[in-house]
């Protein structure tokens, strides 16, 4: 499996994470390169609430298996609706999705500073559903708001066997594997992965 190193040889990074399924294989990969994740479910995105919980406790349930720890963010949907008011007929990869993701990022970078962890990794650069210069971006701009103590991880983590893996995991753990981003908006528009 593939090896990686987080930005300046960090060992100890905050990782957004989406879901279990998206977590599942960089998870192993973080702990197989030496690197330990404190996990920040950040998703005020989704909805109904009986979703968000439903991924909530797939994610707590591999955690825990993982031996990792799972912080949740404050669910706030209406904040989240307002961070995209404006853009709700957007199509899905439009300016709406990097929107949300500056949103949900910006939040959890400013829990990585809080926490003094110097490096924000986020699991939607795993998804196929998602563009990555987008969530680049989205991560980049969330850590220069937050300061000079937090740099954002950019690495694709569909390469280097990665997305093989995830589907391993995701059928291993018989994981709920849902197939939209969450949002109402999303719902209404399903799109096509990448």
């Known amino acids: 499996m593939l090896k990686v190193e987080a930005p300046a040889g960090a060992k100890d990074i905050l990782l957004h994470t989406c879901c279990a399924p998206c977590s ?11 690197i330990r994740p404190l996990l ?3 998703n005020s995105n989704i909805t109904p609430r009986e979703e968000y919980d439903l ?3 797939e994610l707590r349930r591999y955690a825990v298996r993982m031996g990792v720890e799972l912080v949740e963010d404050a669910y706030d949907h209406e904040a989240w609706l307002e ?15 990097e929107a949300c993701f500056r949103f949900r990022l910006g939040r959890a970078a400013e829990y990585a ?8 990794a986020t699991t939607l650069a795993s998804s196929r559903w998602k563009d990555l210069e987008q ?3 989205a991560g980049t701009a969330a850590c220069t708001a937050a ?5 954002f991880w950019p690495q694709n983590w569909r390469k280097g066997g990665l997305q093989e893996r995830r589907n391993a995991v995701l059928r291993e753990q018989g994981f709920y594997n849902q197939t939209w981003c969450g949002c109402e908006f999303s ?8």
Do not use: M, T, Y
């Open 187 to 194: 719902r209404q528009q399903p799109s096509k992965p990448i």
């Open 40 to 42: 920040f479910f950040s």
């Open 113 to 120: 500073a809080e926490q003094g962890l110097p490096v924000l």
């Open 55 to 57: 991924r909530l406790g």
């Open 83 to 97: 961070a995209v008011r404006g853009l709700e007929d957007e199509p899905e990869r439009g300016r709406r999705c």
């Open 135 to 137: 969530v680049n971006r």
């Open 147 to 151: 300061g000079e103590a937090v740099s």
């Open 24 to 34: 599942g294989a960089i998870l192993e990969c973080l702990r197989d390169s030496g």
